[in-house]
């Protein structure tokens, strides 16, 4: 970036007052955009690393008002430092007095050492980081602040909008308020820590187990040591109640005009859709082709991972808001999506990604026995039943979450051989890491950079696999290295099972019927990203079918930007984009998290996570593998988050 006047960004100082414009020295930390809104310049930013300074018409005085303004709005939802309580206070009235010609050049230095105590003092990021920018500002526009305690340059107002964020809470696809839970957690206050999850998350006992938890990935803390278990404390405080036996009261909170609105499908997209909509208090039916809740979650989703009582525990409460889901019903044989179209205000499209992917290789359409989709056989063995029971030796082709899947529930339906195949090595698995761990600890048989060629069958039954050595190319569209054939290197798995999971794809059939549904080459229907709403504009879309496979907390997260968007437009309102959507897109560009940052002066102490059935146990049986915490370990836990919120205030 060479468009900067001024900045002390991440402590690289960039001084460019005063120097043309081929001369000016660029910003190598910052990817800072232009436009904060379509039409509204950035001209400024202030926040957790310092300023950035893009024009000279930003006053560096109002521009600190504004940010501490807003860091004190969050800092007195804490109440649990002294310096805190009183510090922002008063230098946020120094800024009024400044801007009202009120101040004295001690009011600057008294500023500048409640600063430091803050910082010294405080136990949060909010202390820690928050007066960062006004240290610069001191140091670096003294002129300016004295100027304006004189009289002299007096402060000239702006426009600005403020952030709060956090590292996890950025990360998370819908926004939960991660340390605020995790706080109420340490207070031992686990009903109100529930309550919080809820704003956002009506299902907090599934995605606390299956959640891919791309918040930890983003937790300060293991900068330091290890991650906090976000995951794991989001579990606890659902299974807490759970087992207190306490009934969630889920305030309705009615707009204006309520609406009758159509859900496809009860997964994880269609639940949380159809939570948030009965909140606002419109009338929901959801159609699901299976006869039970929770679609891909469900059906997808091993016992091991996922008990069904947890999932249909959670779905029922849902339905006590008066969500009515009708099991069974599947768009094009039942009914169809233009029939709902006419008799709904609204439709929400919430379906996953039900079907595999073909592999392309010889005999995979040959219907030999012994060979079986991913998701079929995940399907089969959710139903209590061992679709190929008479094999004995498996091989499971993938590296995604459902082709691990696969392998351990071959593991439980007593095959004896068992391997899993991989294209690339370990590094470029998709799976999630945890998942991963957990086979090879229950010892199956990993074989990386190897492709399937071809089925070998006998009298119509599976008896091997052939199969090819590969090395990595060059990187691929994905970004990973490109799997290349080692000629001459073929090889045959002797086998009589195999299960392909490389990938899933979406069933648009639904759209038969309905025009102008615009849809992409890889089976997902178009929308746009924030409103979720489609070239129809009373059909909204989320979750895989908009995504293609994805995460389940990811679908959650469309389902209640689609609610947000279907209340509107019952109520006749524009489906404009808030300002949360451009913060969205600014912290995409503007990190809100340094895996290079260094955390000074904490304790490094050991993470608590749940514990697990013993590998040897767990591997002949369905019975959940993962352990909740106990309620004393979920408040230990929870102390060791550091509560890193952090406040972003820009000038346009």
Known sequence: MTDIIFSSWGGEIIENRGNETQNQASVKNLDLPEYFKQDEKIKALMGWKGIVLRSPEVDIIDLCRAYFKEVLAHSETCDKCNYCKTGWVEMLEVFEDIANGEATEEDLEFMQSAAEAIVS??????????????????????????????????????????????????????????????????????????????????????????????????????????????????????????????????????????????IVGAGPAGITCAYHLARNGHQVTIYESL?????????????????????????????????????GQTIGNDLTLAGLENEFDAVFIGMGAQHSTQMGIEGENDEYQGFIPGLTYLREVNAGRDPYPQGKKAVVIGG???????????????????????????NEMPADEAEIHDAEEEQVQFHFLTAPVRILAEDGKVVGLECIKMELGEADASGRPRPVPVEGSEFVFECDTIVSAIGQQVDLSLLEGVDDVQTTKWNTIVVDEYTKQS???????????????????????????????????????????????????????????????????VESKQRFQPSMLPADKRKSTFDEVEQGLSAQEAVAEAERCLRCYQVATIAV
Do not use: W
């Open 400 to 426: 995604g979450n459902v082709a691990i899947d696969c392998v351990r529930c071959c593991l439980r339906t007593d095959q004896e051989d068992i391997h899993l195949v991989y294209r690339r090595t370990r």
């Open 121 to 262: 003092n405080a136990k949060c990021s909010i202390g820690k980081a928050g007066p960062r920018p006004l240290f610069d500002a001191l140091k670096y526009f003294a002129d300016d602040f004295s100027k304006a305690v004189s009289g002299e340059k007096p402060v000239k107002k702006g426009t600005y909008y403020s952030k709060l964020t956090a590292p996890c809470l950025d990360a998370c696809p819908i926004h939960l308020d991660i340390p605020k839970y995790i706080e109420l957690i340490k207070d031992a206050k686990f009903a109100e820590s529930l309550t919080v999850i809820r704003e956002r998350l009506p299902i907090a006992g599934i995605v606390g187990r299956v959640c891919f938890r791309p918040c930890e990935k983003h937790c300060r803390r293991g900068n330091l040591d290890e991650p906090i278990s976000i995951k794991a404390l989001k579990r606890f405080v659902a299974d807490h109640e759970r087992s207190e036996q306490k009934e969630p009261a889920y305030e309705i909170t009615s707009s204006q005009n309520s609406g009758k609105v159509a």
């Open 535 to 601: 070239s129809r504009p009373k059909i909204f879309v989320a979750g895989d079918c908009e995504t293609g496979p994805d995460a389940l907390i990811t679908a959650c997260a469309g389902g209640r930007r689609a609610a947000r968007s279907i209340d509107r437009l019952i109520n006749t309102q524009p489906l404009d984009y808030d300002d949360n959507h451009y913060f969205d897109k600014l912290f995409e560009t503007v990190k809100v998290y340094d895996p290079d940052e260094e955390i000074l002066k």
């Open 291 to 327: 006869n039970e809740p929770g679609g891909m979650s469900a059906v997808g989703i091993p016992d091991y991972r996922l008990p069904r009582n947890i999932l249909q525990g959670e779905v029922a409460q849902i339905q006590k808001m008066g969500v009515v889901i009708n099991y």
